[in-house]
């Protein structure tokens, strides 16, 4: 696998790193067309034919709005997108509990809301146009390997196995990452699994009804709640029957994913849902009334990955962590990720930062996820599952709420609090770092592989 390799030192800056982005979801898109835009060569593989076409998450916080407008695309995001009117929290009768709107936190910080299928293409089709990029379907990887002057990854495709390399090989590939997996094994995800079962849905309403196309994946759903009044984002607190509703899509579309007893086959929670959404939902409405696009029956994590840097391999979003998805940290927390690696990887690309940023990397973003991310997320969801008529929690959460309606400074930092998971990686730059390495490998394929890292 190792083929012959010659060092030369060059004493000028910017020879440059080539790094490889396994995963094509929206934090590899996203991070690879970051670097592409800086004429850093990124090649992206994906063990699929095309992009992900389910909606899946949808709401980006400030930070990952920051990231979005980084990369040259939030503009696009906001044209097919919108900002949510506010967020809620509410009794099962639809009481209302709390509520939060944005006027108090500037338009450039808004949470913005596009579901991630729309937004992946989005930013494919920037990162189409970078010379720099190359993106390679239907290629699993199946092992992984490195040394002191590389890292390789052996790949399956339709004309048989290959092995590439990179300077730094980034996993982006999920929950179920095969980076993740071949660095510390299948079973090696600290954290833990919720006991509570999570229904997720998408659903029309009435008036968007088309030819019924149902797809146990996930779950969408069209159902008019404009009677009601609410919000376009709610939190039901509920020990039993908690769920959350909101809109997706500027043609109504809601994602409703609610709580349901565990243990079932995935067959009794779809037979269940319609029993279900005439229980919580306002209206109580039969299932003439909606249509229900997407439904997924899953388990919710709490979990990170012991190091998300070993040598050349990186890990980062979903394949570095997981967190349940009540109050959207899970996408917010990946493109932060991705944004800082981007500034570390660049870093060194132009001869600014050391390879020892990257142990930076590691540290701060498993710190942000122990001590912001973990914690809040896992805060939301514990909240929905009080009683909120004898709930101290419930009550406590109340009472700053409804501070924070009275004082915009409290309503801004409420809101914004998801900027806690920033870090601005710029800072360990240092200009000393000039120094480069050129070395030409010959693999046994045949292929040749230039890599090109910082000596220190």
């Known amino acids: 696998m190792n083929g012959s390799t010659n060092g030369q030192i060059n004493g000028h800056r910017g020879h440059g790193i080539e790094v490889m982005v396994v995963g094509a979801g929206p934090s590899g898109l996203v991070l690879s067309l970051l670097l592409a835009q800086k004429g850093v060569k990124v090649v992206v593989l994906d063990a699929a034919s095309a992009l992900d076409a389910q909606p899946r998450a949808t709401h980006y916080a400030a930070p990952a709005v920051d990231e979005l407008r980084r990369a040259g695309v939030l503009d696009e995001i906001l044209s097919l997108g919108f900002v949510p009117n506010g967020v809620a929290w509410r009794k099962l009768d639809g009481t209302l509990l709390a509520a939060m709107t944005p006027e108090s936190v500037p338009e450039e910080n808004r949470v913005v809301c596009l579901p991630l299928d729309k937004m992946s293409k989005i930013v494919y089709a920037h990162l189409e146009k970078e010379k720099s990029a190359e993106v390679k379907w239907g290629h699993k990887v199946m092992g992984i390997g490195q040394d002191e ?15 590439l390399y990179a300077d730094y090989i980034v996993g982006c590939d999920g929950g179920n990452s095969q980076i993740r997996r071949s660095l510390f094994g299948d079973m090696a995800f600290p954290g833990r699994t919720w006991n509570e079962q999570i229904v997720a849905t998408n659903v029309f ?6 030819t019924p196309s149902l797809n146990y994946n996930l779950t969408s759903t069209y159902y008019d709640m404009s009677k009601f009044n609410w919000l376009d984002s709610n939190f039901i607190v509920d020990p039993e029957h908690w769920y959350m509703v909101a809109k997706i899509q500027t043609d109504g579309l809601l994602r409703i994913t609610y709580g349901d007893i565990p243990g079932l086959s995935r067959e009794e929670y779809v037979k269940r849902q319609p029993m279900k959404f005439k229980q919580i939902l ?6 003439s009334e909606y249509r229900l696009t997407n439904i997924s029956p899953y388990k919710v994590h709490q979990r990170c990955a012991e190091k998300l840097r070993v040598g050349r391999f990186l890990l980062a979003a979903d394949a570095a962590h997981l967190c349940n998805p009540f109050g959207g940290l899970g996408l917010t927390g990946g493109l932060a990720d991705v944004g800082n690696l981007y ?3 660049l ?14 990397y590691d540290q701060v973003r498993r710190q942000k996820y122990h001590e912001v991310i973990d914690v809040v997320s896992s805060q939301n969801l514990r909240l929905l599952l009080e009683d909120p008529d004898t709930s101290e929690k419930v009550a406590g959460f109340v009472d700053i709420c409804r501070k924070a309606n009275e004082d915009k ?22 200009e000393s770092f000039s120094i480069t390495t050129e070395f030409h490998s010959e693999p046994k394929d045949g292929m040749k592989v230039s890599h090109r890292s910082v000596v220190l």
């Open 149 to 163: 002057e590389r890292a390789w990854v052996k790949v399956e495709t339709k004309e048989g196995t290959r092995t």
């Open 205 to 210: 309403s009435s008036p968007y009804f088309h």
């Open 282 to 287: 306002p209206g109580h409405p039969e299932p």
């Open 343 to 345: 500034d570390c990887l």
């Open 347 to 360: 870093g060194i690309h132009l001869g600014k930062a050391s390879p020892e940023i990257l142990d930076k």
């Open 409 to 430: 400074e409290l309503s801004r930092k409420m809101q914004l609090f998801s900027n806690d998971i920033k870090y601005d990686f710029t800072q360990h730059y240092d």
